[in-house]
């Protein structure tokens, strides 16, 4: 997928891709699809959301998300279950 977006900022003109931060590009397409959907039932006026010491960097979604929660919980799992079955680094490299 590629998507490229526009906005200005004081005058000056920014291109960016990024849909938000952490929004991994290579997801399903259903989440993707349905999370641009979202996204664009207000065009053709979207809502960026943009640094300001930084206009250059702007995302079209902000905030803690369904995915974010979730990836952090894989994680969590990850981590119990290492520690439950006691396997360490160095038990791995072998």
Known sequence: MNLVY????????????????????????????KTLNNIFETA????VYYNPKKPDVSVLTAGLKMYHVVKMLGYLLIIIVFYVFGITPKDRIR
Do not use: A, C, Q
């Not at 200005?8 to 849909?19: A, H, P, R």
């Open 44 to 47: 053709p006026n979207l809502k």
């Open 6 to 33: 526009k906005d200005e900022v004081k005058g000056k003109e920014y291109e960016s891709n990024l849909i938000g931060y952490g929004f991994p590009m290579n997801m399903s397409v259903l989440y993707v699809d």
